[in-house]
């Protein structure tokens, strides 16, 4: 997820353990190839290069191949290509969704970056422009015949942005239309749900602004998969603990240009665990610096002490 799903979310992530697999932000294939000057923060495989999968996005089928061959050369779990995203400044230039509009486009640029890579080919898309479920099919037939290994699909279309709820049985209707795994995405919204979800009619569930919403996440699904696991997962978590850690890990991790977009980003979520998310959203969105926003996270888990931490559930 752009500005979200970075080397300092991973960090954040990964002492709780259980999460499979990470995918980066989308990667600008064009930017990569040209050697932009943050490309080296986009691509940071830490802490867990084997399970990491690139993600790219662009519109040109040369400049996609030649990312891809780069990527290629980089310990990963995989390399997807982004024919979901459908902000406008992104579709505008044929990259993202603009992908599903032609299943000949589509076929030639899997047909071509398949030469590039051994690694797993996947991709990641939603519905389509429209609410075609036939086309769907024949889009991701043409994309497994062409090579791709795997598809996620968040299933609503393009101009739905994040409104009406995830057509969830789209995910196990493709799945049963293919040969390859076909995992789902879209609004799981507690641990509960995603083993669930897991558990019905899908090869993997992805999922976005929860893991931002509550890092821990992965790790409490699997206890509940599994109580008898171990490590023992604890009682509480120290909210303001785990964003002032998240802000020294961007610091650690992110250049400075990066630090005020991706905190207030990370805030956006992170915040909704809180009861006046709204109030502190507001208060942190004024500030710049990192420590400024630590201060205004910690004054209000010192003015509502009982919100400081939140029991797992
Ligand atoms: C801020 C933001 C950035 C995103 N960036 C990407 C991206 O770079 N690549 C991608 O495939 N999806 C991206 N997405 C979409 C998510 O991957 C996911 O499909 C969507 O949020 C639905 O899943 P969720 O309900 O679990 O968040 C983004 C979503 C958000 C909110």
Redesign the pocket.
Known sequence: ?????HRALRELIEPFGACDEY????ISAKALINRGPFEAWYTDPGPCPQRLVY?V?GSDPEQIAAAVSLLDTQECAGI?L?M??S?PAIVRTGA?IRWMSSLDRAGALINRVRKQTKRRLSV?L?IGMEDDFEYLVAFCKRLEAEGVERI?L?P?TAREK?KRR?RWEYVSRLRSALHIPVAG????ANAQELVRRATEGCDAV??????VRAPWVFALARHLENPGERPPLPKRIDLEELGLRFLELLAQYQPREFHQSRAH?FF??FCDNFTWATYLKTRLARETGLSALARVLSAYCREHPEERTVALS
């Open positions: 997820m752009a500005e979200l799903s995918f980066t932000e989308m993600q996005v997807d982004n979901g995203c902000a993202g990641k939603r996620t968040h609503r994040f995830p995405n879209g609004d799981i992805m999922v976005g602004r929860l893991a980003r956006t979520y």
